[in-house]
C-alpha cells in the first residue's frame, strides 16, 4: 500500500556530486522521521542523515559538512544532496520514512526504498 522509490544514484568521480531522491506514494495519513541509509560491501548498514517533522535534523559525522538532507512534506519526497564526494561512499543508499496510514489506529511502520547504487570512482 506505501512504495518508496529512489532515484538519482550512479558513477561519479571523486569530488563529484549527487543528487538522491526518495517519493513515497499510496495510503499515507502522515509521516514523521525520513532518513538515508547506506551500505557498502561486507559493511553494515548505516545511518547517513535524518529528519524530523519536527525540524530536526542529523547528519553523520563521515558526511558533515559534504552532504545535506532535506525533505518536501507536500510531496512526501526526501532528498541527499552530496557534495565531495569520496571513494569511500561508495555504497548501496537507502531511504527509509516513518509512515502512519491510518489516523485510527496511528501506528507508524517503517518503510524502505528498494536501494540505489552510488559508486565514486575514477
Known amino acids: 500500500q506505501v512504495q518508496l522509490v529512489e532515484s538519482g544514484g550512479g558513477l561519479v568521480q571523486p569530488g563529484g556530486s549527487l543528487r538522491l531522491s526518495c517519493a513515497a506514494s499510496g495510503n499515507i495519513f502522515s509521516i514523521n522521521n525520513m532518513a538515508w541509509y547506506r551500505q557498502a560491501p561486507g559493511l553494515q548498514r548505516e545511518l547517513v542523515a535524518s529528519s524530523t517533522k519536527f525540524g530536526e535534523i542529523w547528519h553523520g559525522l563521515p558526511v558533515k559538512g559534504r552532504f545535506t538532507i532535506s525533505r518536501d512534506d507536500a510531496g512526501n519526497t526526501v532528498h541527499l544532496q552530496m557534495n565531495s564526494l569520496k571513494s569511500e561512499d561508495t555504497a548501496i543508499y537507502y531511504c527509509?520514512?516513518?509512515?502512519?496510514?491510518?489516523?485510527?489506529?496511528?501506528?507508524?511502520?517503517?518503510?524502505w526504498g528498494q536501494g540505489t547504487q552510488v559508486t565514486v570512482s575514477s
Open positions: 527509509t520514512m516513518g509512515i502512519v496510514t491510518d489516523p485510527v489506529v496511528p501506528y507508524e511502520y517503517d518503510y
